[in-house]
């Protein structure tokens, strides 16, 4: 157990809709990051959050935002969804968002667009 | 920007045998780490072992070790005394001054009891 949770594990949904996914860091971590694993796209980093602000992104679409909380706790908001979302979500977290952190990976959300 | 090959898609080991999984990355970092992540069929991410780029001596973990050679941009990573439980993909990653961790494609590594 890595210390991240994510809700839910698994999201089904149809085209079109909006989705939040969930992710509480490690106790103490400051930093959360997101990514996508899909079958054609393999491991995309999205974006990341350090202690409320956004410090980096990556191949995140611009139906997709992220937001972190004063708790450090992450929710990445889907919109517009297309089949091509479906997807595993993975939230990871580490102390100070640096270059040299540990990042420590959730259990994943499973979206499934239909 | 950084890149990560991994140029083995698949790979199997008889149980207790010795396996390397292979990886060579490129980056203009001065200062990067490199990880090796392990993702079982559960689906969840797991770090398997760390090598920071500055220090020459190999990172060991139990039975995971890793070759890790700078001037060659490679970070091969060898797994000991292989147990079924050790069947999974395996992800060489770096990550560097950008913070967001770069992925191979994975290896898939099966174990033959």
């Known amino acids: 157990d890595s210390g991240v949770t994510q809700t839910p594990k698994h999201l089904i949904t149809a085209t079109g809709q909006r989705v939040t996914l969930r992710c509480s860091p490690r106790?103490?971590?400051?930093?959360v990051y997101w990514y996508q694993q899909s079958l054609d796209q393999g491991l995309q980093f999205l974006i990341q959050?350090?202690?409320?602000?956004?410090?980096a992104k990556g191949n995140i679409l611009e139906r997709f935002s992220a937001q972190q909380f004063p708790d450090l706790h992450s929710e990445l908001n889907l919109s517009s969804l297309e089949l091509g979302d479906s997807a595993l979500y993975f939230c990871?977290?580490?102390?100070?968002?640096?270059?040299?952190?540990?990042?420590?990976f959730g259990p994943g959300t499973r979206l499934t667009v239909l | 920007a950084q890149t990560v090959t991994q140029s083995q898609p698949e790979m199997s080991v008889q149980e207790a045998e010795t396996v390397t999984l292979s990886c060579t990355y490129d980056t203009s970092e001065s200062d990067y780490y490199l990880f090796w992540y392990k993702q079982p069929p559960s689906r969840q991410m797991i770090l398997v072992i760390r090598q920071e780029a500055y220090k020459q001596q190999n990172a060991t973990e139990n039975r995971f070790s890793v070759n890790f050679q700078k001037a060659a941009k490679s970070f091969s990573l060898k797994i000991s005394d292989s147990q079924l439980g050790d069947a999974a993909m395996y992800f060489c990653t770096s990550q560097g001054g950008s913070e967001k961790l770069v992925f191979g494609k994975g290896t898939k590594l099966t174990v033959n009891p």
């Open positions: 990871a977290s580490s102390g100070a968002g640096g270059s040299t952190d540990t990042q420590y």
């Open positions: 106790s103490g971590d400051l930093s």
């Open positions: 959050y350090y202690n409320g602000e956004e410090r």
